[in-house]
């Protein structure tokens, strides 16, 4: 599975992104998604999962949590990251990553996901 993540850039706080995720994998209904960020200097820490072949079922970061919103479209093997209300903390890359194996409990842990997208750069300005 390969994936492909876009839509980062600058934005000033208060602005709203949409990233993007595509991935290779025609089946992607059947993998937990989810996305990851990582600032500089600091260590990489989940912002939203969405369960596999459920697109109402997901999971958000507190820190994010009102802000941002997750969703999926199998049919274009693509999950979105809709970010509003964007503060300056919010800036990092931002990893899409895929498990084909994964349960639910463990959609915040990095060690859960087999697959990795190479990360979209989102820079918030104050």
């Known amino acids: 599975v390969q994936l492909q993540a876009s839509g980062g850039g600058l934005v000033q706080t208060g602005g709203s992104l949409r990233l993007s995720c595509i991935s290779s994998?025609?089946?992607?209904?059947?993998?937990?998604m989810a996305w990851f960020r990582q600032a500089p200097g600091k260590e990489r820490e989940f912002v939203a999962g969405?369960?596999?072949?459920?697109?109402?079922?997901?999971t958000y970061s507190d820190s994010v949590k009102g802000r941002f919103t997750i969703s999926r479209d199998n049919a274009k093997n693509t999950v979105f990251l809709q970010m509003n209300s964007l503060k300056p903390e919010d800036t990092a890359v931002y990893y899409c990553?895929?498990?084909?194996?994964?349960?639910?409990?463990?959609?915040?842990?990095?060690?859960?996901?087999?697959?990795w997208g190479q990360g979209t750069l989102v820079t918030v300005s104050s």
């Open positions: 994998e025609r089946a992607l209904g059947r993998h937990l």
């Open positions: 969405i369960h596999r072949n459920s697109g109402s079922s997901v």
């Open positions: 990553a895929a498990s084909s194996s994964g349960i639910r409990s463990s959609v915040g842990f990095p060690d859960t996901y087999n697959y």
